[in-house]
């Protein structure tokens, strides 16, 4: 598939990432877009529908892309144009951590310049895709067979703190993001309370539900009040790809559709036609705020 210029998508104000049922564009709201769930069963679309979401934001010059990946998929092919990537448990920390202070200082930009929101003259906006949300929770055992049971604890009592950083970051960044420009797109197989904390999961606004196991699982995914109205079963396993959308202008109730299918050659052709727009960290993360004088 090729990426769609920003003039197709007549139909509303956003951006394009597949086709409904009813054959309408699938189009998630820019700018200004809520934090978003990415959800369903092993092989059933997360990573492809984030690949297309960022391929679709990276052509927009005023947008800065992070990325955890710690499952190592393909986020490192979109690296000429993120800002920042992290695939080990300690780059996410260190980056996590950034974003948090990052809100801070953006909080205290708005303040400075007595404005109410976010608006790219002030720097940015900012996109947070974490690609298997469940490996944030993950605790690393390499390296510990044969330790000592002292030694053990210790390392885990450690992780475990760590561990609570890094989610409480994640927290923040989902509750105090949105007024300050940042938005935050998690995909992962485990949606439920004990993966993804309740706090994070009412901050994300827009679901986009992929083949599920169960009406339980859409359930979570959607919310309660939809799992009697959509079967589990209404995404076949030959439909990779197809999903429900809710939450945007366009779905306020549950839509069928089916994202575009993007390629690894697809994602290195944008990432290469797009890394002119590559913010430099030293930019996104310097307190200074970036503003552009309009004469
Ligand atoms: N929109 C799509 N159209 C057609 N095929 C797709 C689409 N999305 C995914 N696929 C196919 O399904 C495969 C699995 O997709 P993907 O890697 O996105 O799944 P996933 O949900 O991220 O799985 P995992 O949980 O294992 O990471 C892809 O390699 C591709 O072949
Ligand atoms: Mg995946």
Redesign the pocket.
């Known amino acids: 598939m090729l990426f769609r210029r920003k003039r197709q998508v007549p139909e509303s104000v956003g951006f394009q990432i597949g086709r409904r049922f009813d054959n309408r564009p699938l189009v998630l709201p820019w700018p200004n877009m809520p934090h978003a769930l990415v959800s369903?069963l092993?092989?059933?679309?997360?990573?492809?529908t984030c690949h297309n979401i960022i391929g679709q934001l990276a052509a927009f010059p005023d947008v800065a892309i992070v990325g955890v990946d710690l499952?190592r998929?393909d986020m490192t092919l979109w690296a000429p144009r993120l800002t920042r990537l992290a695939t080990s448990p300690g780059e996410a920390d260190d980056l996590l951590d950034e974003l948090r202070r990052l809100i801070d200082a953006r909080t205290q930009t708005l303040s400075e310049f007595g404005a109410l929101r976010w608006n790219p003259s002030f720097g940015p906006w900012m996109v947070i895709v974490i690609d298997?949300y469940a490996e944030l929770s993950a605790v690393d055992t390499s390296g510990l067979s044969g330790q000592p049971s002292k030694q053990l604890e210790a390392h885990f009592r450690a992780a475990r703190t760590t561990r609570q950083i890094r989610l409480a970051n994640v927290s923040s960044i989902a509750r105090l993001g949105r007024a300050v420009g940042f938005t935050l797109i998690v995909a992962t197989?485990y949606p439920t309370v004990e993966v993804l904390d309740q706090q994070v999961r009412t901050q994300l606004d827009i679901r986009l539900m992929?083949r599920v196991a169960s009406e339980e699982q859409v359930a979570v995914c959607l919310g309660s009040g939809r799992a009697s109205t959509i079967s589990a079963k209404s995404i076949p396993v030959s439909q990779?790809?197809g999903l429900w959308v809710v939450g945007t202008p366009d779905s306020p109730e549950p839509v069928r559709g089916?994202?575009?299918?993007v390629s690894a050659d697809a994602i290195r052709e944008r990432a290469a036609s797009t890394a002119h727009l590559q913010w430099p960290a030293e930019t996104v993360f310097s307190a200074e705020p970036v503003v552009e004088e309009v004469f």
């Open positions: 369903g092993t092989g059933s679309g997360k990573s492809v499952k998929t298997e197989q992929h990779p790809g089916r994202a575009d299918f």
